[in-house]
């Protein structure tokens, strides 16, 4: 039976979903049932996702066997033994024939630290392979690429939550908190209420619509154009004189050049690329001013979330806002400041632990002589074993099954056949390896195109850490027996370690992995080693939890203002080497994919309340599946028209890349130049089939945001759609 409760047992946890990581108490007695905590983060909410979580833990087809594909094609239950023979015994034989590199290795910010960390541990020395990265690629790496070029250090959020109440003013570009996190708009409270909430989104999304009450001001740009209305919102800083130049002289570098970068971002030329109106850019602009410090105001935020991100300018536009948050002198002073709303359940941790291309534990250089000497001490190897750095995420899907490229890999926290840009070309290079091994909870449209599935345990059934998206490391706690067969991926980890005679210990009990972690991260920029699990647990009992770097072990008696371990890390300086944060001058170029002739209408995608991520596990829960059943276009009324659109009507959406049918949703919410779709959803209705696997050249991430597409009814008798007809 899918998760058999052990009585009566109960944990204080948090959460399976998003990075808010709202605390939560499961108790199992006759079933698995979920009460809400009080933290600081959520304050007692959990939305819908949350509230039925244990939907997946009872999932009909959860998987609880190994399946090895066998010779007529089908997936058939086998032993454990069986599954890691077969593996081991194929990457060998593989490997021996096409060099180390043949096995690649790609993960997921929704895995714990414990598992986040061994994986990318498991990736250099049990495979010696470079071909390691992970979905964050899709999610916060514009963002963390901006923040650490500024700022020296990448964590989302570098203050509690609970401060932005604090605020006159907050700027939010491209990010729907009231869908994406709904808890979170509590900490909205204050400053909306002091008219002060400003809502940069193309749709007038939930979010957006909180502001019409009066209490903000919502910019609905072209999609793909944030940049250049952030350039503009510095030009009018500047031009108004309304920067704080203590700050900047005192805490920043660079900035004169920056200035001068802006000269020709003037408003009406803004308005022209943008489609913003002047008289709100400037009202925007003036708002936020008086709101900073400088100005007499009690502080302002500029926050953003993938609208923005999610861009082949991703890096250069987090640049703009940094570089308009340093103009007002936010960040780094307590009560103001900027930062990225980070997505996944451990979508911070899972980016600081070594899972990614180019790093090893602590959130280090995997090309630093340094940091691989210390790592391969704490790992008992020599620095020589330890491979290069490989590729993004977008390049190594890409070069699967290609000549030269990776023949075999394994997925662990990913559903890529629906999450990753371009997906129909993503499936293509899957069903060209000769091994692909997925190891997830349901079987995922992943998990259906593997030679192997191996059963894995999930949030309840676990322990753990995860790192929330203020840098909070929080407990995970098991409160029921996994099902069936399936494993812990450490347990995975530690035997497939065995089989292929790799180097090192490989630890499978939770505490244990964290404690190796804490010592690898020592001296880290991302820095654990003040932790354990069970000093965790006493912090978060005293409160408020601890956020990292954490150096030294914290006193839980004593509860700082914020948190134990180092809530707002910025305030005496920056970790760069000038202690001042970097502005650097960037450049606006229209989107990769731009409208045009045949193809004129801007596509973006993003998500809906009732479902998380691909779907692999929303769409197994009744009560989400019964509120949001199918995926959707959504499109104007005006545009409706032209094309003789009515609500419900079959659609299809084509693009560069192909086509999806879909529901029409005809809605003013959307502006009439640009349609909108969840990507939630795989088959013919998927989002991805649309979106462009261009990338940022910094940072990697795909233009999920904006792509050129063309919109027609389409007739229900076409046969192929049958099955959505
Ligand atoms: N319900 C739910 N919650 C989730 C998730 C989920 O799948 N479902 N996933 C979690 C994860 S991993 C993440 S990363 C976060 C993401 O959280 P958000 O960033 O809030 O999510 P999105 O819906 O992807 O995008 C936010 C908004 O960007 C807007 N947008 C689209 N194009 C543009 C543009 O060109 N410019 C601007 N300014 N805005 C644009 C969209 O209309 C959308 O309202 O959510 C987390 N929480
Ligand atoms: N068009 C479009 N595409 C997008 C986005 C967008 O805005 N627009 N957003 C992107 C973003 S921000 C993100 S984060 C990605 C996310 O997209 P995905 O990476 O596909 O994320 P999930 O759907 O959460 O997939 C996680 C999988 O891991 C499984 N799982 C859960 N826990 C565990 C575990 O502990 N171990 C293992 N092995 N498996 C587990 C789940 O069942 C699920 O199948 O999508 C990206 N794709
Ligand atoms: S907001 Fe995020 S963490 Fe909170 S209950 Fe919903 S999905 Fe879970
Ligand atoms: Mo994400």
């Known amino acids: 039976m899918p998760g058999t ?67 007529g094609g089908e997936l058939v239950p086998v032993s454990w033994e069986v599954a890691l023979d077969h593996i081991a015994a194929t990457i060998r034989e593989m490997q021996r024939e096409h060099g180390k590199d043949t096995v690649a290795v790609f993960g997921g910010g929704g895995l714990t630290n414990e598992k986040a960390y061994q994986l990318g541990k498991f990736a250099r020395l049990a495979l010696g392979t470079r071909f390691v990265d992970y979905n964050g690629r899709f999610c916060m790496s514009s963002a963390a690429a901006g923040a650490n070029r500024a700022f020296g250090l990448d964590r989302g959020l570098p203050f509690p939550l609970a401060d932005l109440g604090g605020a006159d003013a907050i700027l939010l570009l491209g990010s729907n908190p009231a869908e994406t996190m709904p808890p979170f708009v509590r900490h909205l409270a204050p400053v909306r209420g002091r008219g002060g909430l400003i809502v940069v989104d193309p749709r007038r999304s939930a979010t957006a619509a909180l502001t019409e009450d009066g209490s903000g001001l919502h910019l609905a740009p072209r999609p793909g154009t944030d940049l250049a209305l952030l350039l503009g919102m510095l030009h009018l800083l500047l031009a108004e004189r309304l920067i704080d130049r203590a700050y900047v002289e005192a805490r920043t570098e660079g900035f004169e050049e920056v200035a001068a970068s802006v000269g020709l971002w003037w408003p009406e030329r803004v308005e022209q690329v943008c489609g913003v109106p002047v008289i709100d850019l400037q009202s925007a602009v003036r708002r936020l001013a008086a709101a900073a410090p400088a100005h007499g105001g009690r502080g302002a935020y500029i926050l953003t ?27 780094g002073r307590t009560g103001s400041g900027y930062g990225a709303l980070t997505g996944q359940g451990n979508g911070q941790g899972g980016r600081e632990h070594g899972q990614k291309a180019d790093q090893l534990p602590g959130y280090r250089s995997i090309e630093d002589p340094a940091a691989r000497a210390y790592v391969a001490g704490v790992w008992g190897v020599d620095p020589e074993v330890i491979p290069g750095k490989g590729v993004p995420a977008v390049e190594l899907l890409r070069r699967l099954g290609t000549s030269g490229g990776p023949r075999a ?4 926290g990913s559903n890529v056949v629906v999450s990753a840009p371009n997906a129909e070309r993503v499936t293509e290079r899957l069903r060209a390896l000769d091994l692909l091994v997925v190891a997830d909870v349901v079987p995922s449209e992943t998990a259906l195109l593997a ?12 322990d753990g850490t ?22 812990s991926e450490l347990w995975i980890w530690a035997e497939l ?22 010592e690898a991260s020592h001296g880290g920029v991302a820095d654990y080693s003040g932790l354990t699990h069970d000093l965790i647990d006493a912090t978060e009992a005293a409160g408020h939890g601890c956020y990292w770097p954490v150096p030294d072990a914290p006193d839980p008696s004593a509860v700082p203002d914020g948190g134990h371990g180092t809530p707002r890390p910025f305030l005496d300086g920056f970790p760069r080497p000038s202690g001042r944060a970097r502005a650097v001058s960037v450049t606006y170029a229209e989107p990769a994919d731009n409208v045009r002739a045949g193809a004129p209408l801007y596509l973006t995608t993003g998500r809906l309340l009732h479902h998380y991520q691909s779907g692999a596990q929303t769409r197994r829960v009744a009560e989400l599946v019964a509120s949001a059943p199918e995926p959707f276009v959504a499109l104007h009324p005006l545009l409706a028209d032209v094309h003789d659109i009515a609500e419900g009507d079959l659609v299809a959406v084509t693009t560069g890349r192909g086509t999806a049918y879909v529901r029409a949703r005809v809605t003013a919410d959307q502006r009439p130049d640009t349609l909108f779709m969840p990507f939630h959803w795989g088959g013919l209705g998927s989002a991805n089939r649309l979106t462009n696997d261009r990338t940022d050249p910094v940072s990697g991430m795909p233009d999920f945001k904006v792509c050129a597409a063309s919109i027609a009814r389409v007739s229900a008798a076409v046969p192929e759609l049958e099955v959505i007809a």
């Open 5 to 71: 409760p052990r009585p009566a047992a109960s944990a204080a946890t948090h959460c399976p979903y998003c990075a808010l990581q709202c605390a939560m108490r499961l108790t199992a007695a006759t079933g698995l049932t979920v009460q809400a905590r009080d933290f600081p983060t959520n304050g007692g909410g959990l939305c819908q996702k949350g509230w039925s979580s244990t939907g997946v833990v009872t999932a009909p087809d959860r998987l609880t066997r190994p399946l090895l594909r066998g010779n």
């Open 305 to 331: 979330g993938r609208g923005v991100e999610q861009s082949s300018q991703g890096t250069a536009t987090v640049t703009a806002a940094i570089n308009c948050a340093l103009a007002l002198g936010l960040p």
């Open 409 to 412: 890999l394994l997925v662990h």
């Open 451 to 462: 030679d192997v599935v191996l059963p894995v345990t999930q949030w309840a059934e676990e």
């Open 466 to 487: 995860m790192t929330n998206l203020e840098g909070r490391i929080l407990r995970r706690r098991k409160a029921i027996e996994p099902p069936g067969e399936a494993r």
């Open 497 to 518: 370690a065995s089989r292929l005679r790799a180097p090192s210990t490989w630890p499978t009990e939770p505490a244990a992995v964290f404690a190796e972690l804490a």
